[in-house]
């Protein structure tokens, strides 16, 4: 007899930031193709936040009142992972878990899980793990 698997997606949120070097329907592209990523990854996602600044902030990649916005969303909504579009560097990563209170990841990491989750045999795995440690390098 063969049994049937229902499979959890995790429940996720994009972010995207429309700046001088790309327009909306740029980031609705990279959105759009962040969301398939996503997908690929076991991610389902509820919800897209995109915010239009000139420069990045420092502390949180996005400003404080858009941050707060996906703070109410994840709490509200029991969202288990954001996903943002740009790199983060590792403080910023480090200042969003802790205000979310949820997983951070942006777009490589989670290039490098599919990669992970795909791997077959042990070199292609090790391959993997590697290319996961230097980009965990400052």
Known sequence: MIEKKSI???K???VGIINQGQDETKVNEYLDELEFLTYTAGGE????FVQRMNTP???TLIGSGKMLE????VAENEIGSVIFDDELTPAQQRNIEKQLRCKI???T?????IFAQRAQTSYSRTQVELAQYEYLLP
């Open 109 to 113: 990491s989670l290039i490098l899980d």
């Open 70 to 73: 996906v703070e109410a969303y």
């Open 8 to 10: 959890e997606y995790e």
């Open 105 to 107: 990841i942006d777009r």
């Open 12 to 14: 996720s949120v994009l």
């Open 57 to 59: 902030n420092p502390k």
């Open 45 to 48: 996602v509820f919800k897209r």
